[in-house]
């Protein structure tokens, strides 16, 4: 097996790792899961949105049937959801696998890479329960290739998000899909350049506007390091995307400054 310098090597292996699928599922399932850990730190390694070779994924349609909820967990982000449109028992069988899975930083990890995807599509909404959202809150580390972050920041992402009415977990959303390796896309970054100043705008905000401001310091700072740097860990990071970033994450922060010094001068007038 490839070590964790060869990304490329796993990545050209990723059909014969991920047909040892079944295979490592039902060791799993008999106590023992090496052969399931290697197969999934593989898929790590080659640092690669959805490392299932895509007609295994129709192993995704038996495998809650025959796999712990553990495995359920930890695999899931490797599969293409995206291709998995109109099967919410799916989406069902993976939210009761979270729900008795205890939560170390990878499965946070997983849970959130998943339900970041999963939400992007309405029709999947109705099976996702609101145990299931508050994992945004624990803002695990994410990789530079992240399926969650890639597809979770439609429009419908922010409006489901927001639809909770929950500022902690509404931040931690913002907090995890605010990154130096994708841009927004367009309907999502406008949706929320319009939802900051509405959902962060009232009193007693002021410590969601840190964090926030905190994140995007952050993410600007990595942008600031350059493209070649980017690209030391991430290859995919192109001049159209970099420059998008910037100017995307430039006017968030432009809008929560904005939004703090009018919250702050509110408190200024009340205290006088």
């Given at each position: 097996?490839?070590?964790a310098?060869?990304p ?16 490592a ?8 899961h090496?052969?399931l ?6 898929a ?5 949105p959805?490392?299932?070779w ?5 192993f ?5 049937s ?9 695999a ?21 696998a979270?729900?008795v ?8 990890q ?8 999963v ?14 959202w508050?994992?945004?809150?624990r ?12 597809f ?19 931040k ?9 390796w994708d ?11 319009v939802?900051?100043p509405?959902d ?5 905000m002021?410590h ?12 600007l ?21 970099f420059?998008?970033m910037?100017d ?10 904005e ?14």
């Amino acid at each position: 097996m490839a070590d964790a310098g060869e990304p490329r090597k796993l990545l050209d292996k990723h059909k014969a790792i991920t047909t040892l699928l079944p295979y490592a599922v039902w060791q799993e399932r008999n106590g023992r899961h090496e052969v399931l850990d290697v197969c999934l730190r593989a898929a790590g390694v080659a640092n690669v949105p959805a490392f299932v070779w895509y007609r295994s994924s129709r192993f995704a349609n038996i495998f809650p049937s025959k796999a712990t909820p553990r495995a359920i967990v930890l695999a899931s982000p490797h599969f293409r959801w995206i291709s998995l449109a109109e099967r919410g028992d799916l989406v069902q069988q993976w939210v009761a696998a979270v729900s008795v899975t205890p939560y170390p930083e990878e499965v946070a990890q997983s849970v959130v890479d998943v339900l970041l995807e999963v939400s992007s599509r309405p029709e999947f909404w109705p099976y996702i329960t609101s145990d299931v959202w508050p994992w945004l809150k624990r803002q695990p580390s994410l990789p530079p290739a992240c399926a969650g972050r890639r597809f979770g920041t439609y429009s419908n992402n922010v409006k489901v998000v927001r639809g909770l009415k929950d500022p902690e977990v509404f931040k931690s959303y913002l907090v995890l899909v605010w990154s130096e390796w994708d841009p927004l896309w367009d309907s999502g970054f406008d949706e929320m350049c319009v939802s900051i100043p509405q959902d962060f705008g009232g009193s007693g905000m002021g410590h969601h506007h840190a964090d926030l401001i905190q994140r995007l310091d952050y993410v600007l700072g990595q942008l600031g390091r350059g493209i070649d740097y980017l690209r030391q860990h991430r290859t995919g990071v192109n001049e159209y995307s970099f420059g998008k970033m910037k100017d995307q994450y430039g006017k968030l922060r432009g809008i929560l400054l904005e939004v703090n010094i009018k919250a702050i001068a509110r408190t200024s007038c009340l205290t006088q």
